[in-house]
């Protein structure tokens, strides 16, 4: 059982910089592979980042990539996410995820072994 609470999310100016973070619970967390996903108001679920249970591979998505980084810290259980000259779309919730499957095969509308409850970033023009 794994467990996933976000944090970090908040109003901030185009330009500006955010890091959020999600803290794991649960013994199994360095095997999970984890992510972030976001949800724009009206708009579909969005995968933006994952990093495997190695660290390695990295995925963003074409919309962040360069400007968004992931990262992890096996010994906190905590996942990062530290976002870059954000812009006005990149306002949604943020969720955490957590799942077994490589993060290769992970997409927008895949089902995830666990989420978190997501943290809203909301950014300004």
């Known amino acids: 059982q794994v467990q996933l609470a976000e944090s970090g999310g908040g109003l901030v100016q185009a330009g500006g910089s955010l890091t959020l973070s999600c803290a794991a619970s649960?013994?199994?967390?360095?095997?999970?592979?984890m992510g972030w996903f976001r949800q724009a108001p009206g708009k579909e679920r969005e995968l933006v980042a994952v990093i495997n249970w190695s660290g390695g591979s990295p995925y963003y998505a074409n919309s962040v990539k360069g400007r968004f980084t992931i990262s992890r810290v096996y010994t906190k259980n905590t996942v990062y996410l530290q976002m870059n000259n954000l812009k006005p779309e990149d306002t949604a919730v943020y969720y955490c995820?957590?799942?077994?499957?490589?993060?290769?095969?992970?997409?927008?509308?895949?089902?995830?072994?666990?989420w978190g409850k997501g943290t809203l970033v909301t950014v300004s023009s």
């Open positions: 995820a957590a799942d077994l499957v490589d993060g290769s095969s992970w997409s927008s509308g895949k089902a995830m072994d666990y």
């Open positions: 649960g013994r199994t967390f360095p095997y999970y592979n």
